[in-house]
């Protein structure tokens, strides 16, 4: 299977998956005004992907901003990886923000902010976590914090 690399636009995210590490990588802004012209491309090699995935799949969404068609098509792509079959198996789903937003986040705020990515996993058989990281102007991570479901 051969990586997957979209150079980012002003409108689109770079997309940077790779199938021997298991990163899957969105990094820039998601306001595409096709959303279904990326994103398919996206969603397929992800399914393509759960048939034969490393057993730590990391899905980082490194998104400055995006869409609500965005996050349709990113939930999608959760929901397939979330199909996985090998029991060992384990995605990670790391959310990136800026540290302002991240310290004002109370459990409420994190519930509300995994929801859309959760809302779609039915009855896993593998291990899901969520990883939700504080960042400063430069990217660098100042805080997290991990939910399991």
Excluded: C
Excluded at 16 to 41: Q, W
Excluded at 104 to 112: L, Q, R, T, V
Aim: hydrophobic share 45%; no cysteine; net charge negative.
């Amino acid at each position: 299977m051969e990586n997957l690399i979209i150079n980012a636009t002003a409108k689109t995210p770079q997309i940077d998956f790779n199938h021997l590490t298991g990163e899957l990588v969105f990094t820039g802004i998601s306001i595409p005004e096709n959303p279904a012209k990326l994103y398919e491309v996206a969603l397929k090699w992800v399914k393509d992907y759960v048939e034969q995935p490393n057993q730590l799949t990391n899905f980082r969404l490194n998104l400055e901003y995006f869409n609500t068609s965005s996050v349709m098509w990113i939930a999608k792509m959760v929901k397939a990886l979330s199909s996985m079959k090998q029991k060992e198996a384990t995605l990670m789903i790391h959310l990136y923000y800026d540290i302002l937003e991240f310290e004002s986040m109370d459990s409420e705020d994190i519930a509300d902010t995994i929801s859309p990515f959760i809302g779609v996993v039915e009855s896993p058989v593998i291990s899901i976590g969520i990883k939700i990281y504080g960042t400063d102007s430069n990217g660098q991570v100042l805080k997290e914090t991990i939910v399991f479901i």
